[in-house]
C-alpha cells in the first residue's frame, strides 16, 4: 500500500478556519491517539498547542513516546499554526498580546483571539473528533505561555489543564495578576514551567507571578511552579510539556 507521506506518529487530519472577528485564518493540524477510531464510543483528552508551525510536529509526535514511557494517556493534540514564520502571517504578536501598561489596545489581540477558541474552533474540534470536553488542555511556550496564563485568569473553565512554558509576560502582566473570573470547575490545574538557563528576565517574571497567586486563597486552579534543569528558553519545550503533562495527569516519569 502506498505510503500518504504523513509519519505514523503523526496520522491524523488537516484543515483550514477563518476567524470572521479576527478577520484572519488558522492552520488547524490533528493528530490521532494510538488506537483512535472515529466511529467508537471512546473520547479522548484533547491538547490544543499555540504556535503549531513548530511546536505540532515536535509536541504531537513525541506525545507518543510520554503514552510509553510515563504512562500518560493518548490524547488528540491539535496544532494551531499560521501557515509560516514571517509577520505578514504570523501574527503570535497580536494573538497572544494581553492588555497592559504600554500596550496599544489595537495590538493585544488575547481576547480576541480566546473568543475564536472557545466559539469556533474547539466546537469544531469536539463536532469533527471523538474529543472529551472534560479533558482539555492549552500548551503555550514564551508569548504563546503568557496567553495560557490570560486564558486562565479570564476564562478558568474554558480547558481543565493548562501548561505555560517560559512564559514571556512583559509588556501586558498586568492583566494577569488580576483577580480570576469565577470558576464551576472543581479540579482545574496550572503549570508555569521555567528552565534554569532560560533569560533571567522571564525567570524572575515567572517567580513574581508565582509568588503573588500562590498566597491568593481565591484561585480557581490548583498551581504548579516547576523548574527545568538546564532548560533553555525553546529548545526544551518538548521537556516542559512532559513535565506539565505528567503533572496534570498524576504521571509517573520513567526512570
Known sequence: MASSGIP??????????HSEEIGRG????????????????????????TDGDS??????????????DDGLPETLVVGIAYGGFDPSVNRRNIDFQSPGAGVEPS????????????????P??????????ARRVLFGQSRGGAFVLYSAV??????????ASNPSMTPGIESLL???APSGEPDLGLVVVSGTRDRA???AEAVQWLSQWEQRPEKPWRLAGLRLEGGTHAADAAGAYRLGMNWLFGADPAP
Open 8 to 17: 505514523a506518529a503523526l496520522r491524523g487530519d488537516y484543515f483550514y478556519i
Open 26 to 49: 488558522y492552520h488547524i493540524h490533528v493528530r490521532y491517539p494510538e488506537g483512535y477510531d472515529p466511529g467508537a464510543a471512546r473520547i479522548w483528552p484533547t491538547v490544543y498547542l
Open 55 to 68: 511546536l505540532f510536529p515536535i509536541l504531537a509526535a513525541n506525545h507518543l513516546f510520554l503514552h510509553y
Open 107 to 122: 495590538r493585544a489581540g488575547a481576547a480576541a483571539f480566546q473568543r475564536f477558541l472557545s466559539t469556533d474552533l474547539i
Open 124 to 133: 469544531l474540534i469536539e463536532r469533527r473528533y471523538r474529543s472529551d470536553p
Open 154 to 163: 479570564t476564562d478558568p473553565d474554558l480547558f481543565w489543564g493548562r501548561i
Open 178 to 180: 488580576e483577580t480570576a
Open 201 to 203: 528576565d522571564l525567570q
